[in-house]
Structure formats: structure tokens, C-alpha cells
């Protein structure tokens, strides 16, 4: 049972709708498509094989968890869903749209509403903090600067970090870094998050505050997959998770059905606390 | 023998190879909207505004020291008249150009490899892409046009700082004064010694800074890699510099034949 949270970072329901978000309804694909949805993913980096037959779906507005020993292909499986990747065969796509045949501006198009968090947060380390946030704004919005600066002040205290706007991300620590990358990946509030180990180097009340944000951003409908090896995390998260090993999906469902799982493997994943 | 020679040789030719499609789809990138002005504005500063003091001084020192040297040289023959022209010619021909791109190279080359391979190893370029940015268009596009605006601007603050160097030389030693030096270094130089020499720096721009990005773009092995990066972009921009003048040299004395 996930403990009470009563975290001071909290998604705000009433915010309204910026740039380029849409209702459900309105979104390519339609509704009963599912947001995400991977077909026979394979893929192989130097004849080893990292993703084999993937296949899966994510409705809108759910949290997709992808759980998983350290190199089994859970990162790799989010590069393919933003298009940073292509399979070596299968499809994948986004939205009823197979981000392995768009051209560059389609892509860019899906990708707008995509966020991505970085397993190490990548943020630009020649912009500030602030500018991190602010970039995707400034480059898909034409906002102006007071509105671009007010949205990712109120970005990155979403994360906790309503002081931080002016540090360089070399000035952080890695957690912090961790929250900048996804008060970035949440900037134009995407109708896809894709989030890599979001708690992996928080402390426990931070990784809970972070928890309660993507459950509040799930609950405005955003389409959620996470990669963790926070198993509590994931149970208070995730509406589905599904464990790969040596680039095989091994088990899919609730945690309580991978808690009941044949698989020793998997239900030894799911007894233990992870480390974030 | 020839399999050990051929070997590194068609890697060489391969790598060339690569580096030449890199700069062509730039170019073709270059004229494809979206444009990004502010962009290439900072690069040229960047690259620009803060080599000049480095360009400024080595030209200075080239100046004074071929100066002396001419001097040397012309001296046996009684035609010290002719140092002014001579260096002046020989400056704004070939020395300044090459040398300034030779520094550049190694100053800005470097540092360009060095910034997009951290870049890539960090993965803030697949965080550009994730964003919905064009990376190549972001970040090589850009630097790539920095350097070809660049490169003439600093050749010419080299040429001149070149000659005055080479007025201080010669009045320290003849006590010649600035207006006669200055006519006389001019007395043999046109516009179409300046133009074509000056504009091919432009070319060598283009070398520097699609090296720079390629090698920059596929950067492996982390930190290692990036040190890698930066000393190979030195290296292979330097080697295609000196080679590629050659060609340039022997098509502008084709294109602009000296007078005799």
C-alpha cells in the first residue's frame, strides 16, 4: 500500500491549456485508438539483440510502466516511441501515426506533443535552468517573453525548483538536475510524457512529490509511459507495467498480476523496493 | 604491403567522403526554412568577436617578422624600396589567409568538436531533437555559416594588422615614415589580389566548421571521445586547409591571371 503523500509540488488542474494541447477527442487518431502502440519492435546494436518482437499499447490518459533489469532495453523502447530510434524491423506508432515512416516535420509535429525525460535529464548546459524550460516555449510559442518566463517559473516550481530559474544546470545536483528535465519535458504540456527513471536519484519525499505530479498530470489526461526500477513507484503510478528481460517482454498487466506472475523473475522484481 | 597501406588509406578516403556529404547537406539545409538568424548572429560573434584578439596579434607578429625578414633577403640586392610591396603582397596573397585559418582552425575547430561532442555523449542533441528542434540545422547549420562569415572578416583584420606590423618593423630599423610605407605597400596591390585571396577564406570556413560538426555529431565513448574529437578536428581541418589551398592557389591564378 503506497504511503499517505502529501507533497509540496502538485500539478495545477485549473491551469489552462497551452500551446498546441488538445482534447482527447481532437488528437490524430481519435478516441479508442490507443496513444502508443509498438508492433514486433526489434532492435540490435553490434548483433545483440536489445528489443526482440516488442509489442504493446497505451491508452490515452493512462500510465504505461516498463520495468526491467539495468540494460534490457526499457530506454531504448522510449527512443523508438519519440523517434529518436528506428527498428530494425516493426512499427511503432503515436497516435495512429508510425513515427518510423514520418518525414522530419512530421516527426517534429508528433514530437510537439511528446515530452522526454532524460535518464540524465540532458539539459543544456549552456542555458540556464530557466532557459531550459523556457526553450521549447520559445521555440513553439509565440508568446511573449513575460508569459515564456512566467510558464517556466511555474514549470519548474511544479518540480520544486521555483528558486532555481537562474542557476546553470552544472549547479545542481543530480536530482535536481532530474526535476529540471522534467519541468522541461512538461513545458508544453504534452499529451504524451515519456519519463526515464524520474525518481532515480531523489530522495524519498522528493520521489514522492514527483510520483503525485505525474498521477495529477495522468488525471488531466496525459498519456504516461515511465521506465523505473522504483517497483513502489511504479505501484502507485502506473495503470499497467510490464517487465522486459534479454529483450523480451517476460510479463504485462496489473502489479497485482505481476505480483501473482509465474515468473520467479518478475515476482522477485515486484517484492523488492528498488533504489529509484 | 598493399592491403596495409590500401587499408588506412580508403578509411581516409572514406572519412573524407563522409565529411564532404555532411557539408552538402548543409548547404542544402542553409536554404531551407526554417532560418535561424539569431543563431548564426551568435556563432559569428562568438567565433568572430572573440578570435580577433588572438588573429589581430598573430597577424601583428607575422607582419614584423616577415618584414625583417624581407629586409634580409632584398638587402643583397639593394631593393629594400620594395619591402613594403612585398610584404604586403605576400600578406594579403597568401600568408594571411592561410595563417588565419590555420589559427582558427585550431582555436574555434577545437572548441566546436569539443562542445557538440559533449553534446552527443550528454545526449543534449537527442534532448534538442526530443524538443522538436533540428539538431543539424540547430547546431552544425549554424556554426558552419559562422565560419564561412567569419573567416574573411578576421583574414582582412589579419592582412591589416599584418602591414602595420610590418611598419613598425621597418620603422624601427629604416625610420621609414607611415605615408611612404603605406603607398608603397600599396603600389602594387589591387583589389583583385585582395578579392579572390580574402574571399577563399570563406571556403576554408566551410572546412573548418563542417569538420568540426561532423566530427562533433558522431563523437562515441564519452569524455575520451570528446578529447578525441577536439584534437581530430584540428588535425583534419589543418591537413584539408593546406591541401585544399593548393587547389585554390592554382584556380585563382586561373581565374585571375597575374599581370606581368
Known amino acids: 500500500m503506497s504511503p499517505p503523500r502529501e507533497g509540496r509540488v502538485a500539478a495545477r488542474p485549473d491551469e489552462p491549456a497551452p500551446a498546441g494541447r488538445s482534447a482527447s477527442a481532437d488528437r490524430p487518431g481519435g478516441q479508442g485508438e490507443p496513444a502508443i502502440r509498438l508492433e514486433g519492435v526489434t532492435k540490435s546494436f553490434d548483433n545483440r539483440k536489445v528489443l526482440d518482437d516488442i509489442s504493446l499499447d497505451v491508452s ?32 511503432v506508432f503515436v497516435h495512429g501515426k508510425d513515427v518510423t515512416e514520418l518525414k522530419r516535420r512530421e516527426l517534429s509535429d508528433v514530437r510537439r506533443s511528446m515530452g522526454f525525460l532524460f535518464q540524465n535529464a540532458a539539459l543544456f548546459d549552456s542555458f540556464t535552468v530557466g532557459e531550459n524550460v523556457a526553450f521549447p516555449l520559445r521555440r513553439h510559442t509565440d508568446w511573449p517573453e513575460h508569459k515564456i518566463r512566467e510558464t517556466a517559473k511555474a514549470k519548474l516550481a511544479d ?12 549547479d545542481l545536483s543530480g536530482g535536481m538536475k532530474k526535476r ?3 519541468a522541461r519535458a512538461m513545458a508544453l504540456d504534452p499529451d504524451i510524457l515519456l519519463v526515464d527513471e524520474p525518481s532515480a536519484g531523489l530522495d ?22 515511465m521506465v523505473t526500477h522504483n517497483i513502489p513507484s511504479a505501484r502507485h503510478v502506473a495503470d499497467e507495467l510490464a517487465m ?13 498480476e505481476l505480483d501473482r506472475s509465474d515468473n520467479a523473475l518478475v515476482r522477485t522484481f515486484m517484492r523488492s523496493e528498488g533504489a529509484g | 604491403m598493399l592491403e596495409r597501406v590500401g587499408a588506412p588509406m580508403l578509411a581516409a578516403l572514406a572519412g573524407v567522403g563522409e565529411v564532404s556529404l555532411f557539408g552538402l547537406r548543409a548547404i542544402r539545409e542553409a536554404f531551407r526554412p526554417p532560418y535561424e538568424f539569431r543563431e548564426v548572429v551568435r556563432h559569428t560573434f562568438e567565433i568572430g568577436w572573440k578570435s580577433t584578439p588572438l588573429i589581430a596579434t598573430a597577424g601583428f607578429a607575422i607582419g614584423a617578422v616577415l618584414s625583417m625578414h624581407t629586409r634580409a633577403s632584398l638587402e643583397r640586392f639593394g631593393a629594400e624600396a620594395m619591402i613594403p610591396a612585398g610584404l604586403a603582397m605576400a600578406l594579403v596573397r597568401e600568408t594571411g589567409p592561410l595563417v588565419t585559418a590555420l ?15 559533449a553534446m552527443k555523449v550528454t545526449e543534449q542533441i537527442d534532448a534538442l531533437e526530443a524538443v522538436a528542434v533540428d539538431s543539424f540545422k540547430f547546431l552544425a547549420v549554424t556554426r558552419i555559416l559562422a565560419c564561412v562569415l567569419a573567416l574573411p572578416l578576421l583574414t582582412t583584420i589579419a592582412d591589416v594588422c599584418g602591414i602595420i606590423g610590418g611598419y613598425v618593423a621597418e620603422a624601427a630599423i629604416s625610420g621609414m615614415s607611415w605615408q611612404l610605407y603605406f603607398n608603397r605597400a600599396f603600389s602594387l596591390i589591387e583589389f583583385r589580389d585582395f578579392i579572390p585571396a580574402t574571399l577563399k577564406t570563406a571556403v576554408f570556413g566551410m572546412i573548418i566548421g563542417t569538420v568540426a560538426c561532423y566530427l562533433g555529431f558522431t563523437t562515441t565513448q564519452g569524455t575520451e571521445g570528446v578529447g578525441r574529437t577536439s584534437t581530430r578536428s584540428v588535425v583534419m581541418s589543418s591537413i584539408l586547409i ?6 585554390l592557389v592554382r584556380l585563382i591564378f586561373f581565374l585571375f591571371p597575374v599581370r606581368s
Open chain 1, 180 to 182: 529540471a528535465g522534467l
Open chain 1, 159 to 170: 518540480v520544486g525548483l521555483a528558486d532555481d530559474f537562474n542557476k546553470m544546470p552544472a
Open chain 1, 244 to 256: 522486459l528481460h534479454e529483450g523480451k517482454m517476460i510479463a504485462r498487466g496489473t502489479a497485482q
Open chain 1, 60 to 91: 490515452e490518459g493512462t500510465c504505461f510502466c516498463l520495468l526491467g533489469r539495468s540494460g534490457t532495453g526499457k530506454s531504448v523502447t522510449l527512443k523508438h516511441i519519440i523517434g529518436l530510434m528506428k527498428p530494425d524491423r516493426g512499427r
Open chain 1, 204 to 225: 524519498p519525499i522528493t520521489g514522492d512529490e514527483i510520483d503525485e505530479l505525474l498521477v495529477a498530470l495522468k488525471k488531466k489526461g496525459t498519456t504516461l509511459v
Open chain 2, 242 to 247: 593546406i591541401v585544399i589551398n593548393v587547389v
Open chain 2, 103 to 117: 589559427l582558427v582552425s585550431g582555436r574555434v575547430g577545437a572548441g566546436i568538436g569539443a562542445e557538440l561532442g
